[in-house]
């Protein structure tokens, strides 16, 4: 079994692309969206790289790896741009996903209609609680857990979303990957052990909230009026509770606990 580290280059059609840059390549197509919406039809290296948050010269080397070259003093088509990328992230074409975890996070992300826009389709959700069973999430039947497998081959889905509490992400994840599931996103609070040849993306929002913490923190400091933290560590080494945080051991349990059988 191997831990989700995501090897340094993708495989398949667009194999040779660096990971760093396939993880630019949708923040430069939600840019290029953004200029189509607006009408613009070129758009330049320079703007494009401000759009995107990096600088000119990396994004006109990671849309050399796509074969795009922008014409100078005219810059790039923004339409043909948008298929470029889009081809090379695989969007030309729909991808079923199935949500395992119908609590408040998976509720939000079925309710989402960025996927629908993107190419990914919602099949199926599921979850074990026999209160949100049957119920109807963004116009579809909540379904049982048990039902996975089942609806994995109907559907014949591509990515599982994994959006439950930590105690279940790996057996749910077990049973998405045996049932042939090879990209997975994974939400729950826990770094998931797969097999080689399955793709698991962690997205962590306390993490990400961490981080913020941390620089806010920072430009807090450095201003002349800044007040002392309100809390710090205990004596005795033990650090408490930072800015009234608690930690992740501390938080009350999830009210729909999915009991996934691997």
Known sequence: MHSNVMPPEISGPSSGI?????????????????????GISTVASEELAAAAGVNSAKLRKD???????GIR???????????????????????????VGA?????????????????????????????IVGSSIARLTVRHVDDL???VARHKVAIGVIATPASSAQAVCDRLVAAGVTSIL???????????????????????????????????????DAEPAARGPHRGGHPGPV?????????????????AQA
């Open 18 to 38: 660096p990971e760093a840059t396939v993880a630019r390549l949708p923040v430069y197509l939600r840019a290029l969206y953004g200029l189509a919406e607006r």
């Open 63 to 69: 849309l050399s790896h796509l074969g795009s070259y």
């Open 73 to 99: 003093g005219v810059g790039y088509d923004v339409d043909y741009l948008v298929y470029q990328v889009s081809r090379t992230l695989g969007l030309t074409q729909d991808w079923p996903v199935v949500i």
């Open 103 to 131: 609590g408040n996070l998976g509720r939000a992300l079925a309710n989402y209609g960025g996927f629908v826009s993107r190419g990914f389709t919602i099949a199926a959700m599921l979850d074990a609680d026999p209160a």
């Open 149 to 151: 497998e089942a609806l």
């Open 186 to 224: 994974n939400f729950a609070p826990l770094v998931l052990t797969v097999p080689e040849g399955v793709d698991v993306r962690k997205v962590d929002l306390s993490i990400e909230l961490q981080i913020l913490a941390f620089h806010a923190q920072r430009r807090s400091a450095t201003r002349p």
């Open 243 to 259: 800015n009234g945080l608690r930690s992740a051991t501390s938080r009350p349990p999830a009210a729909s606990e999915l009991a």
